[in-house]
């Protein structure tokens, strides 16, 4: 039997959630079966680098409009590539996230489709009803996140239960940090926050879906409460998504947060500034099953999210955080205080939150469930 030859696609190779997940499962299967796995990216990005050292990797030239001289190059180099593509025999095409419609599209149904569907309604809609139809059309089999992606899928959409498996997202487990303690106080040192302080953390690429304004008013929530309480707020992800550095700041000077708010922007060591964090607060307003809390919780650190807002309550269940009513800031910030308050508390939550992603998250885990599929299609 010949060996699998396997392309996967993905949007971009940014340092966010569904590139990551993608990079750790294209490494899991060159370490562990014999396929051959090559990669085509709709974008560039950070990452790119760490995919070209898995697999040959294509990056799709920009899509031009217009008629300089550059754009028609542009539009050649790209039919070319795909007509390089088309003509490969690939045994399976394993497209992440639902924004790959277009690309599905080009590259034909010769083979079996996989596509793993890492959004929810709204955020897929977001992106076209003609996109997604696009990926309907080609797609063999659907991979969800989350129960609740599969729900999306499945009532909003005629997608067949059957024909969605749910893989939730994994991540790889952090080695045992030598001097745990000190990156802790190196970080807060670096930032400019007490090493007394409670410090609740944020993460994502600032954007209307990960709610970087609802952090800033759980901010506020808590200084409403206890406005002389020793606690910060660190949010670290780009700042490059329609919500910019000033804009923020401008809301931080007007409701007196400046010192206690503090956004730091995409990181390579995002691990590090977790380790500094007491609470990890997920405020997005849709957010199917992000990586980032479970990178949080998998260093013993309790997790706060807001129930509708996507899968995470999956997660967190009644044991290793509070799944709080959707945009309720004064719940949520009464669960900080009470966490604030009870390191006992704190403690059982962050062991329980760690022993999940070691029990159900870890790549380890989730991968052979992601081969096993494959291989059914094969």
């Known amino acids: 039997m010949a060996t699998p030859r396997i392309l996967f696609v993905s949007h971009d190779a940014t340092r966010t959630g569904a590139p990551i997940v993608l990079l750790h ?9 014999s396929w051959n796995v090559e990669l085509l990216l709709g974008n560039g990005g950070e990452l790119s680098g760490e995919f070209a050292k898995v697999g040959n ?24 590539l795909i007509s390089r593509l088309r003509a490969e025999e690939w045994s399976l095409v394993y497209s992440n996230t639902a924004t790959n419609g277009e690309v599905l599209e080009m590259l034909g149904s010769r083979q079996p489709i ?21 990926v309907r059309r080609h797609t063999t089999r659907y991979i969800a996140c989350a129960e609740s992606v599969k729900t999306d899928l499945t009532s909003q ?14 991540v790889q487990l952090p080695a045992e940090a030598a001097g745990a303690d000190a990156l802790r106080r190196r970080t807060r040192r670096q930032l400019g926050i007490p ?26 929530a808590v200084k409403k409460r206890q406005p002389s309480a020793n606690i910060h707020f660190v949010w670290v992800g780009a700042l490059d998504a329609g ?9 931080l000077r007007g409701l007196g947060l400046e010192t206690q708010v503090h956004f730091v922007g995409s990181q390579t060591n995002p691990l590090d500034y977790f380790r500094a964090f007491d609470v990890f607060a997920m405020v997005s307003r849709e957010d199917p099953f992000p990586l980032v809390c479970l990178e949080a919780a998998s260093l013993g650190t309790s997790i706060l999210c807001f129930d ?23 719940a949520m910030a009464e669960a900080v205080l009470m966490l604030r308050q009870s390191e006992a508390l704190r403690r059982h939550q962050g062991q329980r939150a760690a022993a999940k992603v070691r029990h159900r998250h870890d790549i380890n885990r989730a ?3 992601i081969v096993d599929i494959m291989e059914r299609l094969l």
């Open 195 to 220: 090493q007394d302080a409670f410090v609740v953390g944020g993460s994502g690429v600032v954007s209307w879906r990960k709610a970087p304004d609802l952090f800033i008013g759980l901010a506020r």
């Open 157 to 170: 959409w005629p997608i067949e239960p059957a024909a969605v498996d749910v893989v939730h997202e994994f």
């Open 25 to 33: 499962l294209m490494r899991w299967i060159q370490r562990h079966t």
């Open 57 to 80: 990797t294509y990056t799709m030239p920009k899509k031009s409009v217009g008629w300089k001289t550059s754009a028609f190059r542009n539009r050649l180099a790209r039919r070319q």
């Open 243 to 251: 919500i910019e550095l000033p804009a923020i700041q401008h809301d």
């Open 367 to 369: 991968a052979p469930k």
């Open 308 to 330: 509708y807002a996507g899968g995470m309550k999956e997660f967190v269940e009644d044991d290793c955080g509070f799944v709080l009513p959707y945009q309720d800031l004064d």
């Open 114 to 134: 996989i596509s793993h569907i890492h959004e929810l309604a709204t955020t897929i809609r977001m992106y076209g009803e003609d996109n997604f139809n696009s």
